[in-house]
């Protein structure tokens, strides 16, 4: 069965990242699968319509672009996964540049190299 992912990415950034994402899930040897549950409009409950959704899942893909570091609902994300001890790994979002990681993150968590073959690996818990 595959494993239920939460994409947590910069909305004002990287949405375009989030949609390739969901396209390599459609593949037929993919591990996981995404559901679209972005949050799209901030609400007094946004967090927990976010925890509820990241709870619902198996693991969370931080996606790291130019400007996560300043994302505060993906640092808030990633602070909730931690709490909820769900699995996630950091994924660089653009080739030929280091994303940079949220606030949230650890010093020991490491940005991987955006491939087929490395997200096959890190959604099987490989690390």
């Not at 010093?107 to 890190?122: F, G, H, M, P, V």
Request: contains cysteine; aromatic residues 12%.
């Amino acid at each position: 069965m595959p494993k239920r992912v939460f994409v947590s990415f910069d909305y004002d950034y990287d949405k375009t990242l989030k949609d390739f994402l969901i396209g390599q899930a459609k593949n037929s040897d993919s591990p996981f699968e995404i559901h679209d549950w972005s949050i799209k409009v901030a609400s007094p409950d946004w967090k927990d319509k976010a925890r509820a959704r990241i709870r619902a899942s198996d693991i969370v893909i931080v996606i790291c672009g130019e400007h996560t570091d300043q994302a505060v609902g993906v640092a808030i994300e990633l602070k909730i996964a931690q709490e909820e001890d769900i699995d996630y790994f950091l994924l660089n979002g653009y080739a030929g540049s280091t994303g940079k990681k949220p606030t949230s993150a650890k010093t020991t968590d490491k940005i991987y190299k955006w491939t087929w073959e490395n997200l096959k690996t890190l959604v099987g818990g490989g690390r």
